[in-house]
């Protein structure tokens, strides 16, 4: 069995309640939801939050179920690796599943082949699969900068290297993960990555981000009209 973990904090940051933000007028986290529901790869998805309101919002979505965290999980120092070995403590007294794929609400690009790819990576108990993007430039010819404008390379070295001769680099795309149970306990979990093309993700953390994924979104929408 497959399962899906919408994993929900209500108590945001740097995006005040991100995951219920408005998209075209409906909570993002309900864009994202009926987009992985059409998808038809899971057998159940679930939803994890601390958030009395967010459970209030997701009344009328079809989740499995709904898991209120405890305090101590709706804290910044919570990981995401954490919040869903609870899910799944909880959910392993009910179910029984072997795949577990941890999704975020603002993932609202996201893209069914991405998922059923990720799947495809699964090949060892410890596999841990994720999407990732490529830095747009060098990360060894990255700056810092200091009082008064004043510039250093972070790694001097690499200064003067050619760009085409440093390999790329790349980062979480902050869409979903994927692993069996066995692979959400592993202390040492492989880390695979399952490589993006370029603008189809973006990993929102503040509103520059969030306006870019919604100009992106827009324009994936109008495509797929025309097509």
Not at 17 to 46: E, R, Y
Not at 215 to 225: D, G, R, V
Request: hydrophobic content about 35%; aromatic content about 12%.
């Amino acid at each position: 069995m497959k399962i899906a973990i919408f994993i929900a904090r209500g108590n945001s940051k740097r995006i005040k309640n991100k995951n219920i933000k408005l998209l075209n007028g409906i909570p993002v986290i309900k864009k994202t939801f009926k987009l992985v529901s059409s998808f038809n790869i899971f057998d159940k998805i679930f939803l994890s939050t601390d958030s009395q309101k967010i459970i209030n919002i997701c009344d009328d979505l079809k989740f499995d179920e709904v898991i209120k965290r405890p305090k101590n999980l709706g804290k910044n120092s919570a990981t995401t690796n954490q919040v869903i070995i609870h899910s799944i403590d909880i959910l392993k007294k009910k179910f029984n599943f072997k795949h577990v794929c941890c999704i975020y609400p603002c993932s609202f690009l996201i893209e069914k082949k991405d998922i059923l790819n990720s799947f495809k990576f699964l090949k060892n108990k410890k596999d841990f699969v994720f999407p990732i993007l490529a830095y747009p430039e060098p990360i060894e010819q990255a700056l810092k900068i200091s009082n008064q404008n004043k510039i250093k390379y972070v790694f001097p070295k690499y200064s003067k290297k050619n760009t085409q001769n440093l390999k790329k680099k790349y980062y979480d795309a902050g869409q979903f993960y994927t692993s069996t149970v066995d692979g959400w306990n592993a202390k040492n979990k492989r880390l695979k990555g399952l490589i993006l093309k370029k603008y189809s993700a973006v990993d929102i953390d503040d509103i520059e981000d969030w306006n870019f994924a919604t100009y992106l979104y827009k324009k994936k929408n109008e495509k797929n009209k025309k097509e």
